[in-house]
């Protein structure tokens, strides 16, 4: 696609209720990144994608959060038992592949999460 | 653990004025450094990135720096307009293998007429 696609653009959900955020990266970027966002706040590294290699999961915040990404297509975001806390903005990032020192970052729109 | 620092956190000035925002980080061994523009309730857009043997980048009206020994890069606006209003935020991307960038909390930038 033209840019990097995530939806949906907001959710609302219920303390204790699972969500699913969605991103869909540049085509044929090989690299994608989760970031978390709370209001006021800098991004914070969530998890990390580089094609077929095993994710880096150094920044998810506790075992209710996972993500998924089945070679280089969509990922997917998942956070079971929302809590209050959780309740950010949810920013994908693509780029074309890592380990080169020109490589831009290209941003979604993100996903507001509220959890009530 | 690479860190970064965005001064100041806040600015408001007059259309018309040259602008310096400030960032500094703590691990030199970086492969690039990006600026950022945030509007609200917008992803971020890419403004300008700085590779590790670069001095300087420009783009119209911006100008960044960086200065990898002392840890630290400048984004120059010149003859700022209204619409330059936004969060500006830099980002490194340290050597040694993580491959992720590592944000500064950013500068909320406010021109007025």
């Known amino acids: 696609g033209a840019g990097v696609s995530q939806s949906p653009s907001n959710k609302v959900t219920e303390k204790g209720k699972d969500v699913e955020l969605r991103c869909d990266p540049i085509s044929g970027h090989t690299a994608l990144y989760w970031y978390r966002q709370r209001l006021g706040q800098g991004l914070e590294f969530l998890i990390y994608?580089?094609?077929?290699?095993?994710?880096?999961k150094s920044g998810l915040p506790s075992d209710r959060f996972s993500a998924e990404r089945t070679g280089e297509s969509v990922s997917t975001l998942t956070i079971q038992r929302t809590q209050q806390e959780d309740s950010a903005v949810y920013l994908c990032?693509?780029?074309?592949?890592?380990?080169?020192?020109?490589?831009?970052?290209?941003f979604g729109s993100g996903t507001q999460l509220s959890v009530l | 653990k690479q860190e970064v620092t965005q001064i100041p956190a806040a600015l408001s000035v007059p259309e018309g004025e040259n602008l310096v925002l400030n960032c500094s980080f703590t691990d030199s061994a970086i492969y690039n450094l990006q600026w950022f523009r945030q509007d609200p309730g917008k992803g971020l857009t890419s403004l300008l990135l700085?590779?590790?043997?670069?001095r300087e980048q420009t783009s119209g009206r911006l100008n960044a720096s960086l200065d990898k020994s002392s840890g630290r890069s400048t984004l120059y606006i010149a003859a700022s307009q209204p619409g330059d209003s936004a969060t500006y935020l830099c980002a490194v991307e340290t050597s040694g293998g993580s491959y992720i960038p590592t944000f500064g909390r950013g500068t909320s930038l406010i021109v007025h007429p």
């Open positions: 994608f580089q094609g077929n290699s095993a994710p880096d």
């Open positions: 700085i590779q590790s043997s670069q």
């Open positions: 990032a693509s780029s074309l592949f890592v380990g080169a020192t020109n490589e831009k970052l290209f």
